[in-house]
């Protein structure tokens, strides 16, 4: 019984440990189907997150706006200038601005939107087949090489295809990572949903980095073969699609042997997909391997007009003082026109892919920069100012409408973009040039003196003291002058007096505010007879401003306003964005603008001819005038013929005495005005009108002369404003006055002391 009882235990413990062991598989069971169906639902979840978000990422919005993309892309600003070597209705390139990205973006895509312009194809074979030989059939995506580059490197190598290099271009995301491949790959699905194939290509050629600061194939092209895009041939393609994948490594004027290997790659890809003949691949093969190809660097590069104008506008780094100049005016246009701030008007100057239309004339804005570089028959000055500055220059050329045809705003090399513009952004007090404008044409326009009213030539009391004096140093001759002959001289006095006298200083004044540009006039301290009759003011004018203002001398008393340009068009040029303030106002009548012109005619600048600079200048009618400040610290020159109208400073940046020299102003102005006008036509002469008329008049009394008038000149007057008839002179003795001898309106009135007691 003992022994049945035992055994019957024994198999009671035995079930029971089966019964447990199977309970505990049953939950290991259950535990391990959880984990798996967590698992398997996990999966599902993040699959099908996966599923839908690619799913709706692909076919959802555009990821990446490509077309909002190229219309804001940093594109290069092109500066355009008339040929004037040739046809003057042509416009080729005269700077180019750009930030760090240099890039001009080129339409290549057919207007079916599937195919590319046959003039780039080319650019195009040599890309598709050495980036992506299945560019045409893929989705955005070439899976067979993804799959096939992934299993051999991993995430390590490309196997981007060009939507997707395009992608990265854009986005600017190069890590490497799988989450980044990842969005690269959905982006570049999504996009072949929304753009032609033959767009993207166009985005990418557009987009890419060839080295050198060029983005983008069209100045890849200039920068390496100075060559547009559609002159490239087979074995150019190949070079400069060659560059892409390591701008530094592949440089094929570097580093050409590398670029070599890959460039005949490139080739024979494009043979082998059907892109060249044999005959076209054996001839690029021969050009690469036989090093025929001819870079912007080689000795042999030849570059035709137009190629050598883009060229040197791209390779620019110093702009010329014009290019600086219409930067400045261009930013303050967007600003004023555009409601822009200075910074946002100044990046799309620099990003905004403009095309500017520039009023500089080439040929005269290079014989300026001569000049000026060379220092040409500059004074020889060796001292140099409190900075240790040399004694400066600047120059302004503008034509009779307002256009600006040159500009220089320094002497010697050109070191920085957007320095110190002397012409245009520095004002110095005028001298004697301030006479013509604010002092005897308002006068003469006012009907209060002619070309031959009589004005005591001599100081009177002013604050104090005799004042002014003239260029000699004296206090006047005692002498009834002429009024032309008191500008002819450059008589302080005679100015002095007719703003006085006849002007007054509030007429004055309100003359140089309301009729010119002039932007520095104080109005309180300009606003006194010093600043007024001898240029003594408290800033002064710009060369440029005096420019504008002696212009209204050559074109019949109208002023213009200054501009540098004819008009800015975005970078497609299907819209004009910008034009520039021509501001017109009348200055003068035409008869006073008249008189005013052939007065400043009798100042002569002979004595500035020397060594043939004044051989082709001196054939040209002109008017001019000559300007000393008080202390000698400034020199001037405004002068003009009948095609153009130039004015020169010359001194310190920090005003120091010049000395005692002849006009260095003047020197320049006939040596630049003189190379300009070679071939110009000397007979061209200023406006005429039937508000002006030239009279004889009596030097004595300066009335019109009569057959009573015994010594007579030439002047020019207003029709409406004739001095009245002489009625003859006899002196004491009865006898008639004879004339002095060398009277005359080229050479001036010389009255004695005997007519002051008369008169």
């Known amino acids: 019984m003992a022994n049945e009882t035992n055994f019957q235990s024994t198999n009671k413990r035995k079930e029971s440990e089966k019964d447990a062991r199977k309970k505990t598989l049953r939950r290991v069971g259950l535990v391990i189907g959880s984990v798996f169906l967590i698992g398997a639902l996990t999966c599902v979840i993040v699959f099908g997150y996966f599923f839908v978000n690619a799913f709706s990422s692909i076919y959802g919005d555009p990821i990446v706006d490509l077309q909002a993309?190229?219309?804001?892309?940093?594109?290069?600003?092109?500066?355009?200038?008339?040929?004037?070597?040739?046809?003057?209705?042509?416009?080729?390139?005269?700077?180019?601005?750009?930030?760090e990205?240099?890039?001009?973006?080129?339409?290549?895509?057919?207007?079916?939107?599937?195919?590319?312009?046959?003039?780039?194809?080319?650019?195009?074979?040599?890309?598709?087949?050495?980036?992506?030989?299945?560019?045409?059939?893929?989705?955005?995506?070439?899976?067979?090489?993804?799959?096939?580059?992934?299993?051999?490197?991993?995430?390590?190598?490309?196997?981007?295809t060009l939507t997707q290099q395009l992608i990265k271009n854009v986005t600017g995301e190069?890590?490497?990572?799988?989450?980044?491949?990842?969005?690269?790959?959905?982006?570049?699905?999504?996009?072949?949903?929304?753009?032609?194939?033959?767009?993207?290509?166009?985005?990418?050629?557009?987009?890419?980095?060839?080295?050198?600061?060029?983005?983008?194939?069209?100045?890849?092209?200039?920068?390496?073969?100075?060559?547009?895009?559609?002159?490239?041939?087979?074995?150019?393609?190949?070079?400069?699609?060659?560059?892409?994948?390591?701008?530094?490594?592949?440089?094929?004027?570097?580093?050409?042997?590398?670029?070599?290997?890959?460039?005949?790659?490139?080739?024979?890809?494009?043979?082998?997909?059907?892109?060249?003949?044999?005959?076209?691949?054996?001839?690029?093969?021969?050009?690469?391997?036989?090093?025929?190809?001819?870079?912007?660097?080689?000795?042999?590069?030849?570059?035709?007009?137009?190629?050598?104008?883009?060229?040197?506008?791209?390779?620019?780094?110093?702009?010329?003082?014009?290019?600086?100049?219409?930067?400045?005016?261009?930013?303050?246009?967007?600003?004023?026109?555009?409601?822009?701030?200075?910074?946002?008007?100044?990046?799309?100057?620099?990003?905004?892919?403009?095309?500017?239309?520039?009023?500089?004339?080439?040929?005269?804005?290079?014989?300026?920069?001569?000049?000026?570089?060379?220092?040409?028959?500059?004074?020889?000055?060796?001292?140099?100012?409190?900075?240790?500055?040399?004694?400066?220059?600047?120059?302004?050329?503008?034509?009779?409408?307002?256009?600006?045809?040159g500009i220089v705003g320094g002497a010697g090399e050109k070191t920085q973009n957007r320095g110190l513009n002397r012409a245009a952004a520095s004002w110095r007090q005028p001298g004697s040039t301030i006479k013509p404008i604010g002092v005897y044409?308002?006068?003469?326009?006012?009907?209060?003196?002619?070309?031959?009213?009589?004005?005591?030539?001599?100081?009177?009391?002013?604050n104090g003291m005799m004042w002014p004096v003239n260029n000699d140093g004296t206090n006047g001759t005692g002498e009834m002058v002429t009024a032309q002959y008191g500008l002819q001289k450059s008589l302080n006095t005679i100015s002095a007096r007719i703003v006085n006298e006849y002007v007054k200083i509030n007429g004055s004044y309100e003359w140089l505010s309301d009729k010119y540009g002039f932007t520095q006039l104080d109005p309180v301290n300009?606003?006194?007879?010093?600043?007024?009759?001898?240029?003594?003011?408290?800033?002064?004018?710009?060369?440029?401003?005096?420019?504008?203002?002696?212009?209204?001398?050559?074109?019949?008393?109208?002023?213009?306003?200054?501009?540098?340009?004819?008009?800015?068009?975005?970078?497609?040029?299907?819209?004009?964005?910008?034009?520039?303030?021509?501001?017109?106002?009348?200055?003068?009548?035409?008869?006073?603008?008249?008189?005013?012109?052939?007065?400043?005619?009798?100042?002569?600048?002979?004595?500035?001819?020397?060594?043939?600079?004044?051989?082709?200048?001196?054939?040209?009618?002109h008017f001019a005038k000559t300007g000393t400040t008080s202390d000698n610290k400034d020199r001037w020159f405004s002068a003009g013929t009948p095609y153009y109208v130039g004015t020169v400073w010359f001194g310190y940046d920090r005003p120091k005495d010049l000395g005692k020299m002849e006009n260095p102003s003047a020197k320049i102005w006939v040596e630049v005005m003189n190379r300009i006008h070679e071939n110009l036509d000397p007979k061209k002469k200023f406006p005429s009108t039937d508000e002006a008329v030239q009279k004889s008049y009596c030097t004595v009394c300066g009335k019109i002369a009569s057959d009573a008038t015994t010594s007579t000149a030439t002047g020019w007057y207003k029709t409406d404003n004739l001095p009245g008839s002489c009625s003859g002179h006899v002196s004491q003795e009865g006898t008639a006055v004879s004339p002095f001898p060398g009277l005359g309106g080229n050479d001036g009135d010389r009255i004695g002391n005997f007519f002051n007691a008369l008169f």
């Open 526 to 621: 300009d606003r006194v007879l010093p600043a007024l009759a001898v240029g003594g003011m408290t800033n002064g004018f710009s060369p440029l401003e005096e420019c504008a203002a002696f212009a209204v001398f050559g074109n019949g008393g109208m002023y213009h306003k200054p501009y540098a340009y004819t008009e800015v068009r975005n970078y497609k040029e299907t819209e004009t964005i910008l034009l520039p303030d021509t501001q017109e106002k009348r200055a003068f009548s035409e008869g006073a603008a008249k008189v005013m012109n052939e007065m400043l005619g009798t100042v002569s600048i002979d004595s500035y001819y020397s060594n043939g600079n004044g051989k082709y200048i001196s054939k040209f009618k």
């Open 174 to 405: 190069k890590e490497v990572t799988v989450i980044r491949k990842y969005r690269e790959i959905l982006s570049a699905l999504n996009a072949e949903q929304h753009y032609d194939k033959a767009f993207i290509l166009e985005a990418y050629l557009n987009t890419l980095y060839l080295g050198r600061g060029c983005y983008g194939v069209k100045t890849g092209a200039e920068k390496y073969f100075g060559k547009e895009v559609d002159e490239l041939s087979i074995a150019e393609a190949a070079v400069l699609a060659s560059i892409t994948k390591s701008p530094n490594q592949f440089d094929p004027m570097t580093k050409w042997e590398t670029n070599k290997a890959r460039a005949l790659e490139c080739i024979s890809q494009m043979r082998t997909q059907d892109m060249i003949t044999r005959e076209e691949y054996n001839e690029a093969k021969a050009q690469i391997e036989g090093n025929q190809l001819i870079f912007t660097n080689s000795p042999d590069y030849k570059p035709s007009e137009e190629q050598s104008a883009a060229v040197t506008a791209s390779q620019k780094e110093i702009n010329s003082y014009y290019v600086d100049f219409l930067i400045e005016q261009v930013v303050a246009d967007l600003m004023e026109q555009e409601e822009l701030s200075k910074q946002e008007a100044t990046s799309r100057v620099y990003y905004g892919g403009l095309k500017i239309y520039a009023n500089v004339d080439l040929q005269i804005q290079e014989q300026m920069e001569i000049v000026y570089e060379e220092r040409k028959t500059f004074i020889d000055v060796t001292g140099k100012d409190a900075d240790g500055n040399p004694v400066q220059s600047a120059m302004a050329i503008m034509d009779y409408e307002g256009r600006v045809v």
């Open 101 to 160: 990205e240099n890039r001009i973006w080129i339409d290549l895509a057919g207007k079916d939107g599937k195919s590319f312009l046959p003039a780039y194809k080319n650019i195009c074979n040599a890309y598709i087949a050495l980036e992506d030989k299945r560019f045409w059939e893929h989705n955005g995506v070439d899976w067979v090489r993804f799959f096939g580059v992934i299993s051999k490197y991993g995430f390590s190598q490309g196997a981007s």
């Open 441 to 462: 044409g308002p006068a003469i326009d006012k009907d209060l003196i002619t070309w031959s009213t009589k004005i005591l030539n001599e100081s009177f009391p002013y």
């Open 69 to 99: 993309e190229k219309d804001s892309q940093s594109l290069t600003t092109i500066i355009y200038a008339r040929d004037t070597s040739g046809d003057m209705e042509k416009w080729i390139e005269y700077a180019r601005l750009h930030g």
